[in-house]
Every structure is written in C-alpha cells, then in structure tokens.
C-alpha cells in the first residue's frame, strides 16, 4: 500500500461526458502529479502540483483540468469524454518535487 | 519526443539469472533516475533511484548502473525470480522548481522457472 489512494477504481461512461477522479496523497506529501497510461503506452506526465499551486504541466488536453485543494487532495476533471480517453489514469505524490513519488492504484476510465 | 526510452518492449529471464533492462534519455538535464516495476492492475511501485553524482547504487538483489556520458542507465536484477516478472518503467528528472518523473515506455520482465 503506497498511502496514495485513488478513487474510484473504474468508471464507465459515454461520450461527451464529464467525469472527476479524485485523489488523497500520502500523509504529508505536498507534490501530487496525475499521469495517463493508454493501452501499452508508458506512463504520460499531465499535471503537477505542489501545496495547491500548478507547477508543471505536460500533455494535458483542453478538456481535462485539475486543482489541488487546501487538504492536498486533488481532482482531475476529464470533460468531453471521446473514446480515445479511455485510459489508466494515476495520482502520484512525492513529499517534494525533486523525491520519488508514490503511485495510487489507479482509476481505470471506459468511455463508450 | 520520447526523452526517455526503454527499446525493448520485453525480456524473458530464467530465474536464478541476471536480468540487464536498458534505458536511454535524450536530456542532458536530467540528473536523478528512477526505477519503477508495475504489476497489472497496480499502481507502479518505486524500486531503486541514483543521482547523475553516482555511477551505481545497490539495494540488495537490484542495482542501477548509470553512465552519463553514454545517457544510459540499467538494472541489473540477480538472482531474478519469478516475482520479478513485471512490467519495469525507467524514469528521469531534474532538481529543477518544475520537476517531474518522465517515464520510459517500459519493458515486461517475465522470469521462467
């Protein structure tokens, strides 16, 4: 158990829809980073960041968006949903951004 | 453009074996490396890292070489076994304000008995 968990674990829904992933760090950690992993594809860098703040951004789409909450816990907002979104899709935190990060297990989105 | 690159997509290892997985980078400003191992349906799990002031780093059945001038690092596993078998990501960054953990494409390790 890494600490970083994800929620929820799979979600299924249609095209053109808007769906919230949710994430709570590790206790303590102030960096959390949202990565993308499409069917046997490594793992793309969307977002990072760090005690509330945007601090990296990566291949992040238009249509997705993410914010860090003043409990650290962060969403991920996925909206327009087209099939191509249909991924894994995983929180990171790190207690810094120069320190490894801990994954969560993942939240598995089917678009159909 | 894929700064970090695994080329081979998998290795079949017998267990008791070294198993050698590879990773190029591109960023001459990369200067800490991670090794992750992912199972299915996991989240990937952080295995060892070193900094570009080391040339190894140990941690008991694993050992990460890298040799900056060539940018390529690798882990060495050994003995490999057969709960070694997942899929090993290389990832890189740099001690900047803006870090972040770019990723290799990954290679499947599968150990055989």
């Known amino acids: 158990d890494s600490g970083v968990t994800q929620t929820p674990k799979h979600l299924i829904t249609a095209t053109g829809q808007r769906v919230t992933l949710r994430c709570s760090p590790r206790s303590g950690d102030l960096s959390v980073y949202w990565y993308q992993q499409s069917l ?14 945007e601090r990296a951004k990566g291949n992040i789409l238009e249509r997705f968006s993410a914010q860090q909450f003043p409990d650290l816990h962060s969403e991920l907002n996925l909206s327009s949903l087209e099939l191509g979104d249909s991924a894994l899709y995983f929180c990171a935190s790190s207690s810094n951004p120069n320190t490894e990060a801990f994954f969560g297990q993942g939240t598995r989105l089917t678009v159909v | 453009d894929q700064q970090v690159k695994q080329n081979s997509p998998s290795l079949s290892v017998q267990e008791g074996r070294i198993s050698i997985l590879n990773c190029d980078y591109t960023n001459s400003m990369f200067d800490y490396f991670l090794w992750y191992k992912k199972y299915p349906a996991e989240g990937p799990t952080f295995l060892i890292s070193i900094s570009s002031i080391k040339d190894k780093n140990e941690d008991g059945r694993f050992t990460v070489f890298l040799n900056k001038s060539a940018k390529h690092l ?38 055989t008995l």
């Open chain 1, 40 to 53: 046997d594809q490594g793992l793309q860098f969307l977002i990072q960041y760090y005690n509330g703040e």
């Open chain 2, 74 to 111: 690798s882990l060495h596993i050994v003995p490999s076994q057969p709960g070694d078998s997942a899929v090993y990501f290389c990832a890189a960054t740099y001690t900047g304000t803006a870090s972040k953990l770019t990723f290799g494409t990954g290679t499947r390790l599968q150990v």
